[in-house]
């Protein structure tokens, strides 16, 4: 099997994000964060060894709410990248494009992320350690 280096040698793997309309309708334990900057409140817990992210709208406005109203769920795939400007511009090669430049999200302790788009994979963040 061949392996693809999109994002840098690197690159790991991080977590899946999901959609939804209610994280406390889920798990209503679960540690809420909210994040205005992306306009959506997130809650991680880990599904089989897997860490997902559940992410909800913050309103109307919101970059999930037109996803649930299709009844999209899957949102997108994260990766953890030691130097995200690196990480970008190696995706750009690779056929992805960045439609949201790293900026400092709440849900990481002001770490930054960045947004990728690809035809083929989707939606993809890039998380900075």
């Given at each position: ?45 880990q ?6 992210e ?7 406005s ?8 299709k ?18 511009a ?40």
């Amino acid at each position: 099997m061949k392996n693809r280096i999109f994002f840098g040698d690197a690159a790991t793997f991080d977590h899946f994000g999901y959609c939804v309309g209610s994280i406390s309708d889920f798990d209503d334990e679960l540690s809420i964060t909210v994040d205005n900057a992306q306009k959506v409140k997130v809650g991680f817990f880990q599904m089989n060894g897997v860490k997902v992210e559940l992410v909800e709208p913050l309103s109307e406005s919101s970059p999930v709410t037109k996803m649930l109203e299709k009844g999209q769920n899957i949102y997108h795939v994260c990766f953890r990248v030691d130097d995200i400007e690196d990480s970008i511009a190696l995706a750009r090669k690779n056929g992805f494009h960045c439609i949201v430049k790293p900026v400092p999200a709440s849900a990481f302790d002001g770490r930054r992320i960045a947004w990728l788009f690809n035809r083929v994979f989707g939606l993809v963040e890039l998380l900075e350690t």
